[in-house]
Structure formats: C-alpha cells, structure tokens
C-alpha cells in the first residue's frame, strides 16, 4: 500500500488543522492505521493509532483529548484532526500502516512521506 499525507503547514498556538492521509494499492480497510511525528533533533514517536473497522483509537498522552483520529474506509483516507495546538506539537507527521498486530503502537509494514507541522507561539 502506498501511503501519502498532507495537510501540514504553519498554525499559531491554540489553532487547528487537519491532516489526511490518502492510501492506495491493497485493501485499505484490512490496515491498521498510526500517526507518528518526529520532531527536529528528537526520534520518531507514537502519536494516535485506529484500528481497521475505526471502532478503537489509542491516542498518546500529550495528545489526549487535543487530536482525534479517525478513517474514512470508503475513501482510503485517514484523518487527524489536531486542535490547540502547542509549539511543541512542532514535527514532521507521518502516517503508517499494518496488520491487526500493529495496533496500537507498531511496529507498522508501510509509511508515507510526511507532512510538515509548524505551531508558532
């Protein structure tokens, strides 16, 4: 499956956005879905996960209750609504794909390019 995200882009502190996810290739719908973000200097991290069906999401503890992931299986597309954003939120996003066994936190068989995120304070 190849994966494609974008989205990203310059927001103040205390805005939103929404980045996307676009999957094409195999069958969208069997793919456990992840964000991770990785910010200048620092590893890539676990930011949200969903599961196939969309019925469980997993959500990391600095994004809890600030993002919200969700899927869209009939348009191949993934979704993270971001809102409050903090400058520390600052990081190249990407998404991922796997199998049920990903879930929530990896390891995940496909990436995308990644979508820069830039929070001014």
């Known amino acids: 499956v190849q994966l494609q995200a974008f989205g990203g882009g310059l927001v103040q502190a205390g805005g939103s956005l929404r980045l996307s996810c676009a999957a094409s290739g195999r069958t969208f719908s069997g793919y456990t879905m992840g964000w991770f973000r990785q910010a200048p200097g620092a590893e890539r991290e676990f930011v949200a996960a969903?599961?196939?069906?969309?019925?469980?999401?997993y959500y990391t503890n600095f994004v809890k209750g600030r993002f919200t992931i969700s899927r869209d299986n009939a348009k191949n597309t993934v979704y993270m609504q971001m809102n409050s954003l903090k400058p520390e939120d600052t990081a190249v996003y990407y998404c991922?794909?796997?199998?049920?066994?990903?879930?929530?936190?990896?390891?995940?068989?496909?990436w995308g390019q990644g979508t820069l995120v830039t929070v001014s304070s």
């Open positions: 969903i599961s196939w069906n969309g019925l469980r999401t």
């Open positions: 991922a794909a796997g199998g049920p066994g990903s879930y929530p936190e990896g390891p995940y068989a496909y």
